[in-house]
């Protein structure tokens, strides 16, 4: 995957290094005493980099020195990034600060004593000159300016924050249902309620995991991210741009519950480093069909597939939209770099599995390999070899699919709920299918997201203190689970779908995109929800899978057996080819190499 290299070498050299790279040498004046240059103070020991100095509510970050345990920072850059109007003496290599309404500021190299107004006062550490900037303690500096300095000493940041101001963070989350409107309702909320000045950065879904990649490889994280599937980032990729929030979690039970998922969280050498953001896991993509042509051609609600067969038949030939025409198809789709996308339902109606490779009895099985995978590939066959799929499938884009459903040429497609509620009009009537099932003697398989659940981190480019930004997030999904979120009065569409990116949607009972279904079959969609929600597949599915695909380790294997697949779907070759393939497969080195990874990974998340 040279594109993951790519982000690996960038963020070595602009990640951390956005945070703790030296200011340009900058002399605190033109001409310094010579002598004072050299004033290095003997009794410390300086060293760059003893800490990230960041500025909660100021544009600025500082290089820092350590001088025997003191966080030393040049004077000049914090007093004029916080207001102070300097003053240098270079013959007596001394500083005056000033500014209305604070006590002036005298600093002198190699003096442990300072003048605060008409005070005298004691230093950790007296001021030197190195590098043509005069050092000062941070501390000290900041607390006389009536700023106060928090120190995080799991991941070494000192933040600088001014208490009369509110924390300001940046958020970069995904938009899924496509608002990325600014909520000005909500973010003013934020700020009167919560007391925190929150910058969004709402994304399109259909790029995000491109746009963050590029974010993390140029270091430009903002405060707090979602990430989808974290498991894209090796662990010494992931601890260079996120935060350890072990501790700052132990206030927080919630979100360190949400840590501790699975499907979700993430941990690194017992240290966790991500928090899930809540979801329903039936929120994936589940057979949907057209209500309205089924009534039209006089058709009951398939439940088997022999029945979806049926029905896929008659759309195909029995002009269900009554145009006069010959051009619909039965179901369409798209098919996915990782397998048949769109028509892994039926693959999951013949294995009873969502997911390729599964845990059963502590053992991982690959349902490619099953006689299950194959009574799916030939009901796909002979539904294609009929007409009833679309013939581009293979070809087409998620988009063009997407045209052909808007375009009222598809009875059957994989649809999430929001989508086919979007659908759902006076025009075309789409009721996600529940209750299906392989035959009358099958299990009735339901919707499961197999992807890992997004996650929330907390960045190193961050200005803000982890517990705060941790206390904010807390609030937003306790009242996300309390419901408490519809009763702000004032709030517009654009706000509410904000919530939904921000806070995510753990019960599609409760999700907008149910509320959005128009009344007449609204009840067919909240029977659908409830028939799936008794269906499970957390003990089945390990999410840490996903993570192994992302590297690409695999890639050629797996395109390999997609390639075939699609062959014996469209029916260059026979049932024989395909028995025969998965044999060789099932004996190939690289394929007991792949079978014995996933094995430690199952063992790992067990």
């Given at each position: 995957?040279?594109?993951?290299?790519?982000?690996?070498?960038?963020l070595a050299?602009?990640?951390?290094g956005?945070?703790?790279?030296?200011?340009?040498?900058a002399?605190?004046?033109?001409?310094?005493?010579?002598?004072?240059?050299?004033?290095?103070?003997?009794?410390?020991?300086q060293?760059?980099?003893?800490?990230?100095?960041?500025?909660l509510?100021y544009?600025?970050?500082?290089?820092?020195?350590?001088?025997?345990?003191?966080?030393?920072?040049?004077?000049?850059?914090?007093?004029?990034?916080?207001?102070?109007?300097?003053?240098?003496?270079?013959?007596?290599?001394?500083?005056?600060?000033e500014?209305?309404?604070?006590?002036?500021?005298?600093?002198?190299?190699?003096?442990?004593?300072?003048?605060?107004?008409?005070?005298?006062?004691?230093?950790?550490?007296?001021?030197y000159?190195?590098?043509?900037?005069?050092?000062?303690?941070?501390?000290f500096?900041?607390?006389?300016?009536?700023?106060?300095?928090?120190w995080?000493?799991?991941?070494?940041?000192?933040?600088?924050?001014?208490?009369?101001?509110?924390?300001?963070?940046?958020?970069?989350?995904?938009?899924?249902?496509?608002v990325t409107?600014?909520?000005?309702?909500?973010i003013?909320?934020?700020?009167?309620?919560?007391?925190?000045?929150?910058?969004?950065?709402?994304?399109?879904?259909?790029?995000?995991?491109?746009?963050?990649?590029?974010?993390v490889?140029a270091?430009?994280?903002?405060?707090?991210?979602?990430l989808?599937?974290?498991?894209q980032?090796?662990?010494e990729?992931?601890?260079?741009?996120?935060?350890?929030?072990?501790?700052?979690?132990?206030?927080?039970?919630?979100?360190k519950?949400?840590?501790?998922?699975?499907?979700?969280?993430r941990?690194?050498?017992?240290?966790?480093?991500?928090?899930a953001?809540?979801?329903?896991?039936?929120?994936?993509?589940?057979p949907?069909?057209?209500?309205?042509?089924?009534?039209?051609?006089?058709?009951?609600?398939?439940?088997?597939m022999?029945?979806?067969?049926?029905?896929?038949?008659?759309?195909?030939?029995?002009d269900?939209?009554?145009?006069?025409?010959?051009?619909?198809?039965?179901?369409?789709?798209?098919?996915?770099?990782?397998?048949?996308?769109?028509?892994?339902?039926v693959?999951?109606?013949?294995?009873?599995?969502?997911?390729?490779?599964a845990v059963?009895?502590?053992?991982?099985?690959?349902?490619?390999l099953?006689?299950?995978?194959?009574?799916?590939?030939n009901w796909l066959?002979?539904?294609?070899?009929?007409?009833?799929?679309?013939?581009?499938?293979?070809a087409?884009?998620?988009?063009?699919?997407?045209?052909?459903?808007?375009?009222?040429?598809?009875?059957?497609?994989a649809?999430?709920l929001?989508?086919?509620?979007a659908?759902?009009?006076?025009?075309a009537?789409?009721?996600?299918?529940?209750g299906?099932?392989?035959?009358?003697?099958g299990?009735?398989?339901?919707?499961?997201?197999?992807?890992?659940?997004?996650?929330?981190?907390?960045?190193?480019?961050s200005?803000v203190a982890?517990k705060?930004?941790?206390?904010?997030?807390?609030g937003?999904?306790?009242?996300?689970?309390?419901?408490?979120?519809?009763g702000?009065?004032?709030?517009?569409?654009?706000?509410?779908?904000?919530?939904?990116s921000?806070?995510?949607?753990?019960?599609?009972l409760?999700?907008?995109?149910?509320?959005?279904?128009?009344?007449?079959?609204?009840?067919?969609y909240?029977?659908?929800v409830?028939?799936?929600?008794?269906t499970?597949?957390?003990?089945?599915?390990?999410?840490?899978?996903?993570?192994?695909?992302?590297?690409?380790?695999?890639?050629?294997?797996?395109?390999e057996?997609?390639?075939?697949?699609?062959?014996?779907?469209?029916?260059?070759?026979?049932?024989e080819?395909w028995?025969?393939?998965?044999?060789?497969?099932?004996?190939?080195?690289?394929?007991?190499?792949l079978?014995?990874?996933?094995?430690?990974?199952?063992?790992?998340?067990?």
């Amino acid at each position: 995957m040279n594109y993951r290299k790519a982000i690996v070498a960038t963020l070595a050299s602009a990640s951390l290094g956005g945070l703790t790279a030296a200011c340009p040498a900058a002399a605190e004046s033109a001409a310094p005493n010579a002598a004072l240059i050299k004033q290095e103070t003997s009794e410390a020991s300086q060293s760059a980099m003893a800490a990230n100095v960041l500025f909660l509510d100021y544009s600025s970050t500082l290089q820092s020195r350590d001088a025997n345990g003191t966080i030393m920072v040049s004077g000049r850059r914090l007093l004029e990034a916080i207001g102070y109007r300097i003053a240098w003496d270079a013959a007596g290599g001394s500083l005056t600060a000033e500014r209305p309404g604070k006590p002036a500021l005298l600093l002198q190299a190699g003096r442990r004593e300072a003048k605060l107004g008409d005070k005298t006062v004691q230093l950790p550490a007296a001021p030197y000159i190195g590098e043509g900037i005069l050092w000062v303690p941070l501390r000290f500096t900041a607390e006389a300016a009536g700023l106060t300095v928090a120190w995080d000493a799991a991941n070494r940041y000192a933040y600088v924050k001014d208490p009369a101001a509110l924390p300001k963070i940046s958020l970069t989350t995904r938009a899924d249902n496509r608002v990325t409107e600014q909520p000005a309702n909500l973010i003013g909320y934020f700020k009167s309620r919560m007391g925190i000045d929150v910058n969004l950065n709402l994304v399109q879904p259909d790029y995000y995991r491109e746009r963050t990649n590029i974010m993390v490889a140029a270091g430009d994280t903002g405060s707090i991210m979602l990430l989808q599937n974290n498991y894209q980032y090796s662990d010494e990729l992931l601890r260079s741009f996120a935060m350890d929030l072990t501790e700052d979690l132990n206030a927080f039970p919630r979100l360190k519950a949400l840590a501790a998922e699975a499907a979700g969280g993430r941990t690194i050498d017992g240290r966790i480093y991500g928090i899930a953001r809540p979801r329903d896991p039936h929120d994936a993509p589940f057979p949907a069909i057209r209500q309205d042509w089924l009534d039209r051609l006089g058709l009951a609600r398939p439940k088997t597939m022999e029945e979806v067969y049926a029905a896929l038949r008659q759309f195909a030939h029995k002009d269900p939209d009554g145009n006069g025409k010959n051009d619909t198809y039965g179901m369409t789709g798209y098919t996915t770099a990782a397998g048949l996308g769109s028509f892994a339902w039926v693959e999951q109606a013949f294995t009873g599995s969502p997911e390729r490779f599964a845990v059963q009895n502590g053992r991982v099985v690959d349902h490619a390999l099953g006689a299950g995978e194959t009574e799916a590939l030939n009901w796909l066959a002979r539904a294609y070899r009929e007409g009833l799929i679309d013939k581009e499938f293979a070809a087409q884009t998620p988009e063009q699919a997407a045209d052909r459903i808007r375009g009222s040429r598809s009875g059957l497609a994989a649809l999430s709920l929001r989508d086919a509620a979007a659908l759902t009009g006076d025009k075309a009537q789409w009721i996600p299918l529940s209750g299906l099932k392989a035959d009358s003697l099958g299990v009735p398989i339901a919707p499961w997201n197999t992807e890992v659940t997004d996650t929330y981190i907390v960045t190193r480019m961050s200005r803000v203190a982890p517990k705060t930004i941790l206390r904010w997030l807390d609030g937003g999904l306790a009242m996300n689970e309390s419901g408490a979120w519809d009763g702000i009065e004032g709030f517009g569409q654009t706000d509410r779908a904000a919530l939904r990116s921000l806070f995510g949607e753990p019960d599609l009972l409760n999700s907008d995109a149910l509320k959005s279904v128009p009344e007449r079959t609204r009840g067919a969609y909240e029977t659908a929800v409830k028939e799936w929600q008794k269906t499970s597949y957390a003990d089945a599915v390990v999410p840490a899978f996903s993570g192994l695909w992302s590297t690409g380790k695999y890639a050629e294997l797996n395109a390999e057996l997609k390639e075939t697949q699609i062959k014996v779907i469209l029916g260059e070759l026979s049932m024989e080819d395909w028995g025969q393939y998965t044999k060789t497969l099932a004996a190939s080195k690289p394929y007991q190499a792949l079978l014995a990874e996933l094995a430690e990974l199952a063992g790992d998340g067990a």
